[in-house]
């Protein structure tokens, strides 16, 4: 099973600021990465998959990397983007979550 | 619109089973797998086990092989997850998912998610 670990846990941004949020991969996964935003009480939203994003996401979301390590950048932070986020391999089976990272308000 | 809409909470006791429904809507049922993935209070997300719509196959995570099954009805666009032998610790909220692709059949990201049901064992 490749173990996907997220970084930092909890990121604490100012609104209007940039945030930058890592994710590696266990073993090489090629572009097979998805995020996903999630606010309390609500179910996982998909952003991005293989570095494009879903209908409907801004353009402040972007994600980059290949292979082992990636990274989700969110240009200049809305009140509406403080949530956590997962990264999710889907290389092989099974697929696999991060732990997620918290982006908090400073 | 596309959307899948899950059934109601749960509450069981342990060793009892539940089963989940996910009816999905707005787009051609048999084109794209199904996942169950599952989220423990203040916890992450884990994934349980993907369906075929379209022919049935099943793919499960090695922790659930023995307790989950996953079916779905296409004469009703509805999926479904039976657990088995429930514990405490199976006590979260339980997400079926669309997988991005249509006609794919392989592991995938999940572009479309139910609005979540919480089971609770205790």
């Known amino acids: 099973e490749i173990v996907m670990t997220q970084s930092p846990a909890t990121l604490s941004v100012s609104p209007g600021e940039r945030a930058t949020l890592s994710c590696r991969a266990s073993?090489?996964?090629?572009?097979?990465l998805a995020w996903y935003q999630q606010t309390p009480g609500q179910a996982p939203r998909l952003l991005i998959s293989?570095?494009t994003r879903a209908a409907g996401i801004p353009a402040r979301f972007s994600g980059s990397g290949s292979g082992t390590e990636f990274t989700l950048t969110i240009s200049s932070l809305q009140s509406e983007d403080f949530a956590v986020y997962y990264c999710?391999?889907?290389?092989?089976?099974?697929?696999?979550f991060g732990g997620g990272t918290k982006v908090e308000i400073k | 619109q596309v959307q899948v809409v899950q059934s109601g909470a749960e509450v069981k006791k342990p060793g009892a089973s539940v089963k989940v429904s996910c009816k999905s809507s707005?787009?051609?049922?048999?084109?794209?797998?199904i996942s169950w993935v599952r989220q423990a209070p203040g916890q992450g997300l884990e994934w349980m086990g993907w369906?075929?719509?379209?022919?049935?196959?099943?793919n499960y995570a090695q922790k659930f092989q023995d307790r989950v099954t996953m079916t779905t009805d296409t004469s009703t666009s509805t999926a479904y997850m039976e657990l088995r032998r429930l514990r405490s610790d199976d006590t979260a909220v339980y997400y079926c998912?669309?997988?991005?692709?249509?006609?794919?059949?392989?592991?995938?990201?999940?572009?479309?998610w139910g609005q979540g049901t919480m089971v609770t064992v205790s």
């Open positions: 998912a669309r997988d991005l692709m249509a006609n794919w059949g392989f592991v995938d990201a999940f572009d479309i």
């Open positions: 707005g787009y051609t049922f048999t084109s794209h797998g």
């Open positions: 369906i075929s719509t379209y022919n049935g196959n099943t």
């Open positions: 073993q090489s996964i090629s572009t097979n």
């Open positions: 293989s570095a």
């Open positions: 999710q391999q889907y290389n092989d089976w099974p697929p696999s």
